[in-house]
């Protein structure tokens, strides 16, 4: 059974910087890693994205602040968060998906979620 592991939450500054970690506990990589982010009273959201071919997705809200990447000789994916703003304070969940032949031949897929990391930016 496969977990994912974050760290790197806490609290920081406005314009300040902070670094988020996700490491998935087996061998396998998945097809597409990344973050979404709820904050109070709102939904869940996409951050960012990774597949294991380097192609990525950010939000329009953080693009040009957030930066994602992935060691898939490490099984972890990465969030560097630039310019924080009170705006971006949520928590943050690492998501793991994997759409490989195995699931792509009957339709479906495989996610899994991390536990969550708490991100308070401070104004």
């Known amino acids: 059974q496969v977990q994912l592991v974050e760290s790197g939450g806490g609290l920081v500054q406005a314009g300040g910087s902070m670094r988020l970690s996700c490491t998935a506990s087996?061998?396998?990589?998945?097809?597409?890693m990344g973050w979404y982010r709820q904050a109070p009273g709102k939904q869940r959201e996409l951050v960012a994205t990774k597949t294991k071919g380097d192609i990525t997705t950010y939000a329009d809200s953080v693009k040009g602040r957030f930066t994602i990447s992935r060691d898939n000789a490490k099984n972890t994916v990465y969030l560097q968060m630039n310019s924080l703003r009170p705006e971006d304070t949520a928590v943050y969940y690492c998501n793991a998906v994997e759409t490989g032949t195995y699931y792509a031949v009957t339709g479906g897929y495989l996610e899994v979620w991390g536990q969550g990391t708490l991100v308070t930016v401070s104004s």
């Open positions: 087996g061998r396998h990589v998945f097809s597409t």
